[in-house]
């Protein structure tokens, strides 16, 4: 199962996001002398996108706290 990804901030390449971070990877272009280097945008929090309007056709309230159950 593949991870979801998303634009990074620093080198916008497209990044997978894993428990809310991006995960750590190099900037984009060649390596000009082999050495290792990741993005500074790797294991930045990530950014949540949209919140989710309903749950199976149920439309949470905009309000906190529990939800009645009948």
């Known amino acids: 199962m593949s991870s979801r990804r998303r634009t990074c901030p620093v080198c916008r390449r497209e990044i997978a996001v894993v ?3 991006f995960a750590r990877h190099d900037p984009p272009g060649a390596r000009g002398n082999g050495d290792l280097v990741s ?9 949540l996108d949209g919140v989710q309007p309903s749950l199976d056709g149920y439309v949470v309230p905009d309000f906190p706290g529990q939800l009645p159950l009948f």
């Open 19 to 21: 428990a809310g971070r």
């Open 39 to 47: 993005c500074t945008g790797s294991r930045r929090q990530a950014q």
